[in-house]
């Protein structure tokens, strides 16, 4: 069964969630965008429907509320540690079939390639998801070839049309606000796209001895090794560690979990100071080969949902649709030629 409730009403739905849970969607912020005086639509907390951005996709995505840019995991003294605490509050996050189909990623990064993480379970046991239809594709999606342009496993879904809201609503806990602000029920079904203006094709023939042929080599002169491609990335999870020590104490601080990027250069600095894949088109070998095909080989699909965020913020133009459908075919030309 599903509901059609006007913009007053579902603030008043959104009113009675917000006891339990803190509501996140992609929303406006103003002057804060990467260059000056712009804005930037990515997730915050919201109160009111209103104030969620529905026509566009964020330039960021959800994934700072389950992986916090920088998580402080526990504090520490000379004699005891003491656990952070969590948010006081479960979290309901509005997104897109792509970031929802990334959730599934992340829960096997973080639950089942080996013991649970717990600070990630925590989190995640608290959390719902909302749905929102997309009536069109945005510019440099291809969530279509991915196989990621639908989503059933919802806790609520919404299609906004015309200052109308349309849910369909299996979690109880959520429809019980919804029953009672609604103006009428109705059957919905969340809207999805049936077509990119971008296709993707990763070749069929696609081995490990691509990473040993020149196509990499471009990416060293145009890379500048940013990393807001994997920032913006809602499968993308890398994050060092920081201890951080107070300076009224030096034997007291905390220690916090905190994102990086296999673009940055001390990603993969070790002890006595070696460091491992320095060049550019080395890192976006990585890169680009564990999101179409390593992470495959171990979890059975692909780790890349085909939002399409990598090309639209890199301020260098490379995109991960030419890498895949230009790039890999001509990298695997050249393994068979070679004989490798």
């Given at each position: 069964?599903?509901?059609?409730?006007?913009g007053?009403a579902?603030?008043?739905?959104?009113?009675?969630?917000?006891a339990?849970?803190?509501?996140?969607?992609?929303m406006?912020?103003?002057g804060?965008?990467?260059?000056?005086?712009?804005?930037?639509?990515?997730?915050?907390?919201v109160?009111?429907p209103?104030q969620?951005?529905?026509?566009?996709?964020?330039e960021?995505?959800?994934k700072?509320?389950?992986?916090?840019v920088?998580?402080v995991?526990?504090?520490?003294?000379?004699?005891?540690?003491?656990?952070a605490d969590?948010?006081?509050?479960?979290?309901?996050?509005f997104l897109?079939?792509?970031?929802?189909?990334?959730?599934?990623?992340?829960?096997?990064?973080?639950?089942?390639?080996?013991p649970?993480d717990?600070?990630?379970?925590?989190?995640?046991?608290r959390?719902k998801?909302?749905?929102?239809?997309c009536?069109h594709?945005?510019?440099?999606?291809?969530?279509?070839?991915?196989?990621?342009?639908v989503?059933t496993?919802?806790?609520a879904?919404?299609?906004?049309?015309?200052?109308?809201?349309?849910?369909d609503?299996?979690?109880?806990?959520?429809?019980?606000?919804l029953?009672?602000?609604?103006?009428?029920?109705?059957?919905?079904?969340?809207?999805?796209?049936?077509?990119d203006?971008v296709?993707v094709?990763?070749?069929?023939?696609?081995?490990?001895?691509?990473?040993k042929?020149?196509?990499?080599?471009?990416y060293?002169?145009?890379?500048?090794?940013?990393?807001?491609?994997?920032?913006a990335?809602p499968?993308?999870?890398?994050?060092s560690?920081?201890?951080?020590?107070?300076?009224?104490?030096?034997?007291?601080?905390?220690?916090?979990?905190?994102?990086?990027?296999?673009?940055?250069?001390?990603?993969t600095?070790?002890?006595?100071?070696?460091?491992?894949?320095?060049?550019?088109?080395?890192?976006m070998?990585?890169?680009?080969?564990?999101?179409?095909?390593?992470f495959n080989?171990?979890?059975?699909?692909?780790?890349?949902?085909g939002?399409?965020?990598?090309?639209?913020?890199?301020?260098?133009y490379i995109?991960?649709?030419?890498?895949?459908?230009?790039?890999?075919?001509?990298?695997m030309?050249?393994v068979?030629?070679?004989?490798?």
């Amino acid at each position: 069964m599903g509901y059609q409730l006007s913009g007053q009403a579902l603030t008043s739905a959104f009113k009675k969630w917000s006891a339990e849970y803190d509501i996140y969607a992609p929303m406006v912020f103003e002057g804060t965008g990467r260059f000056s005086e712009t804005d930037v639509i990515r997730y915050g907390k919201v109160t009111d429907p209103a104030q969620i951005v529905w026509d566009e996709r964020s330039e960021y995505s959800f994934k700072d509320v389950l992986t916090p840019v920088c998580q402080v995991l526990f504090y520490f003294t000379e004699n005891e540690v003491k656990e952070a605490d969590f948010p006081p509050k479960g979290a309901i996050i509005f997104l897109r079939s792509c970031d929802l189909h990334a959730v599934k990623r992340l829960d096997f990064m973080f639950l089942e390639n080996g013991p649970e993480d717990y600070y990630y379970k925590t989190l995640r046991d608290r959390v719902k998801f909302v749905l929102m239809g997309c009536e069109h594709p945005f510019e440099d999606c291809f969530c279509v070839s991915m196989g990621t342009n639908v989503s059933t496993d919802y806790d609520a879904a919404v299609n906004a049309k015309d200052g109308e809201y349309f849910l369909d609503c299996p979690d109880a806990t959520l429809a019980a606000a919804l029953q009672e602000f609604a103006e009428r029920t109705c059957d919905v079904v969340p809207d999805h796209v049936e077509e990119d203006d971008v296709e993707v094709t990763i070749p069929d023939n696609l081995t490990n001895a691509i990473a040993k042929t020149s196509i990499w080599d471009e990416y060293d002169k145009r890379c500048i090794k940013c990393g807001r491609c994997t920032l913006a990335c809602p499968t993308c999870t890398c994050w060092s560690m920081q201890d951080i020590f107070y300076t009224e104490n030096g034997k007291a601080g905390e220690r916090r979990r905190v994102q990086t990027s296999c673009m940055f250069d001390d990603y993969t600095t070790v002890a006595g100071g070696g460091c491992f894949r320095q060049k550019a088109g080395e890192r976006m070998r990585f890169k680009v080969l564990h999101k179409v095909m390593d992470f495959n080989t171990r979890a059975g699909f692909q780790m890349c949902v085909g939002c399409g965020r990598c090309d639209a913020i890199c301020p260098e133009y490379i995109s991960l649709t030419n890498c895949i459908n230009t790039k890999l075919p001509q990298g695997m030309k050249e393994v068979l030629e070679n004989g490798q």
